[in-house]
């Protein structure tokens, strides 16, 4: 049997459906390629399902500006027509940016992406000068290990962060820090952005209220040092 | 008035949704809501489910009701549900509004709220809901100010026990009623500007058939506390409120674009619902009684739903609703047709209801193509002489074929439901309920013996405990007393102890309030009030329901609930509902009941001649089979 064509779509997910899981979210989805009526090409078994495959899960409050995701069709559509006619059905909040055909041989999304971009937003519970702030990353990442806390389900753990932060970078505006954050994401070690907020609370006396932080992902990349987006990884 | 709305919602995505469990519920933008321009709509209605989302979303009335009003042009409806603990906290620490989903608007605001009462243990739920909208909790109370109160669904059928808190219920079908009311209220909107008075609001609204105000009846109690009178206060309103029904079902509106939720609710699928009513006649069934007749949607209707439904939502199973599905005209048809139609767009089928003696092997291996999702069978009583007494005119052979059918075609998983506290169940009884579930578990071991099934052999029994409810021929019939429950229960257990059974039962104590309120009467608002003071709510959540509280409630108020829960009524005796007209007579019901008494069965005029129910010449209403009449021989 002739292999089947194989999409990458990347898609940004906003507000208010950054609340959604990841779960739902491949959910709405789904039922939102079959309104569309695209030819999902679906698994066998006696509840068959499309064949979706996503890049990495963007945990839930978190609003993502490049996510990725590759889907199966039964036929071949012109890339535009698929992302016209899937956007149409999709619920606020969910944007397709671009689609591409891919090679069917593509490796899986999930084994290639292996750092995230992040933009944070967080309000300053003192005033900070511009220069205290760059002193504070530098500070941060002058450091040999940045050890936090990590919930996990078999409790707390103590978990180094530094190796996994790639590049930081921050200014402050009106009373809150913006901050910038490259940080490696996948099998290889993942750095959640929160973590990285922690550490600058721990590790450079900065404080920061609790509640009320902007978190995006503002890209994912294959290769920290290239920085290559799936979609790049395609042509 | 307005100005809340956009903080609400700007407060909640920044500070509140990343706090609480389950933030999709709060979402409000799925795919199909209605977001209407909330000022130049002249009339709005919040649609408020006393549950949480997941529950609420799941219920076949508000996607009706959610479509046909937002069709018309002057109207808007909203959703509300009940929030969930941690959501509720955060709102009250904030002093924030309970707000719909789709503007975000605060509760009050609205011209309408209208709850729908599916079970007695969410009234609480009602109560909490007023107070976090900031309603003021007794109609008595309300000024113009305030929006009106309506509520309507299955539990009105005794609106007694919440005559404090609505100021109207609508009694029968909701979207034969919903429209007259909301154009009544705009209507007297476009002569005054702000709120109608509420005086001359209520006033009109008891001219619309199947409306009922309680404030307009004067409840009077006799030397036993039982009821003895209640009177029309107001020379306008009718001295009993006759039920609505739709009598054509073909050409009532239908919501073919019903919300997509982004989160999994209980039923997660398309409804296709083929009738309405059931003239089984079972004698404990409320929902037998009081949507009588039975009325069919033609197939050819039902097909075009169905393909406007897999088009506007985008799910991949389907569910054909019913009261007992398998009981349509035309169902081996109708599901072969869907199948043809949908498997391969990958669409499953499933019959959530199926009964025992319509369940046919054929229908077992047509239905083999689709969803293996357990089966559900209910016959409800051990024995042959107890299934006697309540009218389930099924035998133990029906049954017994149809698991073997269930089996043979591939089914592991078999769910039994019976009832526990029957009138005049004897221990023999229940040891039925433990031989049926025995041999049928039997049966399953010996296909998988023969290679027929891969899986564990699962057996499921369920027990619930019988609540006397009003409009049933056991209206008049006592509740066993919790202890007793419980007994009968815990020998079950004993006997049910097997690897490949399981065996779930109901609180008791809930089902004894259930009962209360089933059969109860206008003084246990105070009771409510009382039990919702001091924090019940979520009662039928088993982590929330706080039996203590309930009974220091009774007990502040002087009532009895052990006197409105197991106390046997004379048929001589006013009921607290008797003013409210579901179109049965009363004189049917007691024949009923005295023929349970005796042990006789009543025949189902679906194939057979009409038993004299009185339903049809009273609301000028007849049964309609439309699914063509091929089918009547699947049920011998
Ligand atoms: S009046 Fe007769 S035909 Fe009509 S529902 Fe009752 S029993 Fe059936």
């Known amino acids: 049997m002739d292999k089947l064509p194989r999409y990458r779509v990347e898609y940004a997910k906003g507000q208010p459906v950054a609340y959604i899981s990841h779960l739902d979210l491949a959910k709405t989805l789904e039922r939102a390629a079959r309104r569309a009526g695209l030819p999902l090409a679906l698994s066998g078994g006696f509840n068959p399902h499309p064949k979706v495959s996503f890049g990495s899960v963007l945990p839930v409050g978190i609003t993502g500006e490049h996510e990725y995701l590759d889907v199966e069709l039964l036929s071949e559509l012109p890339p535009q027509e698929l992302k016209a006619r ?19 041989n593509a490796p899986a999304l999930m084994s290639v992406i292996d750092c995230a971009r992040y933009h944070v937003r967080v309000a300053l519970l003192t005033s900070n000068t511009p220069d205290e702030i760059q002193t504070a990353i530098q500070k941060i990442l002058a450091q040999e290990s940045l050890v936090i806390e990590r919930d996990s389900k078999k409790g707390v753990r103590q978990v180094d962060i530094r190796p996994g932060i790639l590049a930081l970078a921050g200014r402050i505006d009106n009373g809150r820090l913006d901050l910038d954050m490259l940080l490696r994401t996948g099998s290889q070690g993942n750095v959640r952005p929160e973590e990285v907020i922690q550490a600058i609370k721990h590790y450079a006396g900065l404080s920061v209220q609790t509640e009320g932080w902007r978190i995006t992902r503002t890209g994912l990349y294959i290769g920290a040092d290239k920085l290559v987006s799936p979609l790049e990884l395609t042509s | 008035m307005g100005g809340l709305r956009l903080p609400l919602r700007s407060i909640l995505t920044d500070q509140i949704l990343s706090k609480v469990t389950k933030p999709t519920r709060y979402i409000g933008t799925e795919w199909n809501t209605v977001h209407k321009s909330w000022e130049k709509t002249p009339v709005k209605m919040a649609f408020a489910f006393p549950d949480l989302y997941e529950v609420g979303m799941s219920h ?19 959703r509300v549900f009940a929030p969930w603990v941690d959501m509720e906290e955060e709102l009250r620490r904030r002093g924030l509004p309970l707000f719909s989903l789709e503007s975000y608007a605060p509760l009050r605001e609205f011209d309408l709220i209208g709850f729908t009462l599916q079970y007695e243990m969410s009234y609480t739920n009602i109560l909490n809901m007023l107070d976090l909208g900031q309603i003021p909790l007794r109609s008595a109370d309300r000024t113009n100010d305030d929006p009106l109160v309506i509520a309507g669904g299955p539990c009105a059928f005794n609106p007694e026990p919440l005559a404090d808190f609505i100021d109207c219920f609508v009694i029968g079908e909701g979207e034969e009623v919903l429209l007259e009311i909301l154009g009544a209220i705009r209507e007297l909107k476009s002569s005054r500007p702000g709120r109608p008075d509420r005086a001359v609001l209520l006033r009109r609204l ?34 009993r409120v006759i039920k609505r029904v739709i009598a054509d079902l073909d050409r009532v509106y239908f919501p073919t674009r019903p919300i997509v939720p982004f989160m999994e609710i209980v039923h997660d699928r398309i409804m296709l619902e083929l009738f309405r009513g059931c003239q089984r006649g079972c004698r404990f069934c409320q929902a037998g009684m009081i949507y009588r007749p039975v009325r069919e949607r033609s197939p050819e209707i039902l097909r075009r739903q169905a393909e406007e439904l897999v088009k506007s939502i985008g799910y991949e199973e389907m569910s054909l ?21 949908y498997e391969k767009d990958g669409i499953s089928i499933s019959l959530p209801s199926l009964r025992i003696d319509s369940f046919s092997v054929n229908l077992a291996q047509e239905v083999q193509r689709v969803r293996k999702s357990g089966l559900t069978f209910a016959p409800e009583a051990g024995t042959q002489r107890l299934r006697d007494v309540i009218n389930k005119n099924v035998t133990e052979d029906d049954l017994l074929q149809a698991t073997n059918a269930a089996f043979a075609a591939g089914w592991s998983a078999v769910k039994l439901y019976f009832m526990v506290g029957l009138p005049t169940e004897e221990r023999a009884d229940l040891d039925g309920i433990a031989d049926i579930a025995l041999r049928v578990a039997d049966l399953g071991t010996s296909w998988q013996k023969r290679g027929h099934i891969k899986k564990r052999i699962q057996v499921t029994v369920s027990t619930s405990c019988f609540v006397p409810k009003a409009h049933t021929p056991f209206q008049w019939e006592g509740q066993d007393p919790i202890s007793v429950l419980q007994e009968k229960q815990d020998y079950l257990r004993q006997k049910l102890r097997d690897k490949r059974i399981t065996y779930n039962w109901h609180d008791p104590s809930l089902s004894f309030l259930e009962a209360v309120f089933a059969r109860g009467d206008r ?43 197991q106390r046997r009524i004379p048929y001589s005796e006013r009921l607290p509902w008797d003013h409210i007209d579901s179109g049965v007579s009363k004189r049917y019901l007691q024949r009923e009941h ?42 011998r």
Request: net charge negative.
């Open chain 2, 60 to 78: 076949l009335g508000l996607r009706i009701l959610y479509g046909l009003v937002n069709e018309q042009p002057d109207f808007l409806l909203e």
């Open chain 2, 206 to 239: 008891a001219k619309i058939p199947g409306v009922y105000i309680p404030a307009f009846y004067q409840v009077a109690y006799g030397e036993n506390g039982q009821v003895e009178e209640v009177k029309a206060r107001e020379p306008m309103v009718p001295p």
């Open chain 2, 523 to 565: 003084r246990l608002g105070r009771v409510l009030t009382a039990a919702w003071q001091k924090g019940c709510k979520f009662d039928s959540w088993s982590e929330h329901f706080k039996w203590d509280y309930w009974m220091a409630a009774f007990a502040e108020c002087g009532l009895d609930p052990v006197w409105y829960a």
């Open chain 2, 594 to 635: 005295e023929q349970a008494l005796a042990g006789i069965v009543t025949a189902d005029c679906r194939y057979d001649a009409c038993t004299g129910c009185g339903v049809c010449p009273t609301l000028e209403v007849d049964v309609q089979l439309k699914g063509g009449g091929q089918t009547a021989a699947l049920s």
């Open chain 2, 321 to 341: 609703t019913s009261l007992s599905s398998g009981d349509y005209c035309a169902i081996e048809s109708l599901i072969k047709q869907l199948l043809n139609d």
């Open chain 1, 86 to 104: 899937w956007q149409e059905k999709l619920p606020p909040g969910l944007e397709l940016r671009e689609v591409r055909l891919v090679p069917t």
